[in-house]
């Protein structure tokens, strides 16, 4: 297992994200329109990743239900302009904070729940989300159909129109949120989150509160996909419930096991292949899946920590193979 010391280059070198930053900002200027949207949809499912990878990779909370907290900030971002004309980028953090507090109601009472049946409950809370958006209640959610006609962002004046401007702010919101979390990772809640995933009764033990810190990683990373619903909805300029389903919430899923659990700079890695992978197979569109599924396969056998996995998972897995 001496082969997987060498992944270990990718950390802490500044070159490296040097080079990764000089590519993400010189992108727009010399790629094509469609491929700055490509690159836009990667950074939003990054953002949705390193929000999943607080629940999962952190505490080790399965949730396949996360589409629903992007659901719900996408929809009170249109629901808020549209009808009550606020600007969109001011719903930036009212739409984290609905996202939250929506996640906070959903969870207290399930957050005890473990491994399969948690995942259960998530897939249920999910498809609920979506039911309610389809049945329109109140005339709010526009049913089936949607919301329309949700007015383009501006920042300092500046209006945000086009593909390049969306990319940068998707971009500029997903360098923020990874310094956060990074800042998180070390501190003593961070800690305890590994504690908690590694083993939850050791940790009640030694006098974490546990209930506490599940329930603030799930509100947490729901804050972060009401983040993405904003950005979305400002995007796309319309919101629809086929844009939140259960295979939304697969995906996400995906990145962050893909990347490495835990891991932020994997979790970024994990979104652009997810994204990525459905262009380059687009000639073959009915085998996407196909080819998708056996690279999750092959990576879950050759890397099962992930692509980019945190280096305290690196140095564990390479000690546990050289047995």
């Keep these: 297992m001496r082969w997987l010391k060498r992944w270990d280059w990718l950390s802490g070198r500044p070159l ?4 990764i930053l000089g590519f993400l900002l010189s992108f727009p200027f010399w790629g094509s329109r469609y491929w700055v949207d490509v690159g836009f949809y990667v950074g939003l499912y990054a953002l949705l990743g390193l929000g999943l990878n607080v629940i999962l990779g952190e505490v080790g909370l399965f949730n396949l239900g996360h589409a629903a907290f992007w659901a719900i900030g996408a929809y009170t971002t249109a629901i808020l302009n549209v009808r009550f004309g606020v600007p969109t980028l001011a719903l930036l953090p009212i739409s984290a904070l609905v996202a ?10 399930i957050i005890h729940l473990r491994g399969d049946y948690l995942c259960i409950v998530t897939i249920a809370l999910g498809e609920i989300v979506r039911l309610v958006l389809i049945n329109n209640p109140g005339g ?8 329309v006609g949700i007015a383009r962002p501006s920042l300092l004046g500046h209006p945000i129109r086009t593909s390049t401007d969306f990319y940068f702010l998707v971009w500029a919101v997903v360098a923020l949120c990874a310094l956060a979390l990074r800042q998180v990772q070390r501190s ?12 939850e009764i050791a940790a009640e033990a030694m006098g974490v509160d546990v209930r506490a810190l599940k329930l603030l990683a799930f509100v947490l990373g729901a804050a972060l996909a009401g983040i993405a619903g904003n950005i979305f909805a400002a995007k796309m300029r319309m919101v629809s419930p086929d844009s939140f389903t259960f295979m939304e919430s697969c995906l996400i899923f995906c990145i962050v096991l893909l990347g490495g659990m835990g891991s932020i700079p994997g979790t970024i890695l994990g979104a652009a292949l997810v994204v990525l992978f459905p262009e380059v197979f687009r000639p073959v569109a009915q085998y996407r899946l196909l080819f998708f599924g056996l690279a999750l396969a092959a990576t879950m056998y050759f890397r099962p920590g992930g692509l980019w996995p945190r280096r305290r998972a690196l140095a564990a897995f390479a000690k546990e193979g050289e047995r």
């Design 140 to 147: 709010f959610t526009g049913g089936p159909n949607g919301i």
């Design 16 to 19: 490296l994200f040097g080079a």
């Design 100 to 109: 939250a507090g929506c996640a906070w109601l959903v969870s207290s009472p």
């Design 188 to 199: 003593r809640i961070g800690r305890a989150w590994n504690y908690i995933r590694e083993d």
